[in-house]
């Protein structure tokens, strides 16, 4: 199955090299299961490949999206609330279009930051729980993690969030192709 | 039951206004790009393809998340057409372009389930949604989207709804 295959490599300009490329990163090169927090050089060229990366795409450029935080098999995007996103003008509430499309590019770009580092992925299936409202005028985020991966499958849980942290506008779980 | 001997432009003109209210009051779905044709009451939405919506560079394709707005967009459109369909006929209801709160107020999205099918390509998409129940608090609705054909979905969701009371 060829599948949706919206998510392309992570490459910096063409087939330069992933972003798990170890020149890019090296997570596993000295301590063998290094899964210890992202801080340092490597992890600062992991997120502004991400970023770059994120800004090729461009749905994901017109909505305003930017990676804020990239771990192993885990990211975080946020985007601006702007008018054009409202879903219902009565209330201000954003779209749940516009929550969909920033979660399912969070959970992409956590399968592309899974060590293993796949060549690219695409969405297979995507549940969204809407909880409750995002706050309009609200920037909104979406934190995502692939707590699990095959060789040709990935599992992706993620969550959106605006200002009040504890209290998820929306959960996804979602299942992504694995390309090697 | 319906007034055989209403004139025709009358009856286009109601159905029509109610549908550009309903969807015009929505900044969301002019900012995608959708707008609906309508078939007595059988409403196709359609994405004309804008490079903006491309998710993929590489091969082209649609995001991911073009895709699930898509379909959300026409399962919530659907299921409020649906939903004021009588109330519409009937004259219950008036609505008015300029004042979108002369409409009852949006299902909200409880959950929605999207299943890709197979890549969106750089093409227009359409996509029909069907109400499996209608309830005074919940609705089910199902929707599919396809591109050059209509057997060939490249993507299908279900999901459920919680309807505005009063």
Not at chain 1, 28 to 48: S, T, V
Request: include cysteine; hydrophobic fraction near 40%; aromatic fraction near 6%.
């Amino acid at each position: 199955m060829r599948a949706q295959g919206r998510h392309g490599r992570m490459d910096a300009q063409d087939g330069a090299g992933r972003m798990q490329d170890d020149d890019a990163v090296a997570p596993r090169a000295g301590a063998a299961g290094d899964a210890g927090p992202e801080i340092g050089p490597d992890a600062d060229q992991r997120l502004a490949l991400a970023r770059q990366f994120l800004e090729q795409i461009p749905h994901a450029r017109a909505l305003g999206m930017v990676v804020t935080a990239l771990g192993a098999g885990r990211a975080e995007i946020a985007m601006k609330w702007r008018p054009e996103f409202v879903g219902d003008p009565r209330t201000g509430v954003l779209h749940g279009g516009v929550v969909s499309a920033l979660m399912d590019t969070c959970c992409g770009a956590a399968v592309m930051a899974d060590d293993s580092g796949p060549r690219s992925t695409a969405t297979i299936d995507l549940r969204i729980d809407y909880m409750r409202a995002a706050k309009p005028g609200q920037d909104i985020r979406a934190r995502a993690e692939c707590f699990h991966i095959t060789r040709s499958v990935a599992f992706v849980r993620a969550s959106a969030l605006d200002d009040d942290d504890g209290n998820p506008v929306a959960t996804a779980t979602g299942a992504f192709t694995v390309e090697r | 039951m319906a007034d055989r001997n209403e004139p025709l432009a009358q009856v286009k003109s109601r159905r029509d206004t109610a549908l550009a209210t309903l969807v015009g009051g929505v900044p969301y779905i002019a900012w995608l790009g959708v707008r609906f044709d309508r078939r007595g009451d059988e409403l196709t939405a359609v994405l004309p393809f804008a490079d903006r919506l491309i998710g993929n560079p590489m091969l082209p394709a649609l995001h991911g998340g073009v895709t699930a707005a898509f379909l959300e967009v026409s399962a919530i459109v659907g299921l409020t057409w649906t939903a004021l369909w009588d109330d519409m006929e009937a004259g219950r209801i008036a609505p008015d372009v300029a004042r979108p709160d002369s409409l009852p107020r949006l299902p909200k999205t409880i959950d929605f389930t999207v299943d890709y099918l197979r890549s969106g390509l750089p093409r227009d998409s359409y996509a029909r949604s069907r109400i499996l129940r209608l309830g005074r608090r919940y609705a089910s609705v199902q929707v599919e989207a396809w591109q050059d054909n209509r057997d060939r979905p490249f993507a299908q969701a279900t999901g459920h709804f919680l309807m505005p009371q009063g």
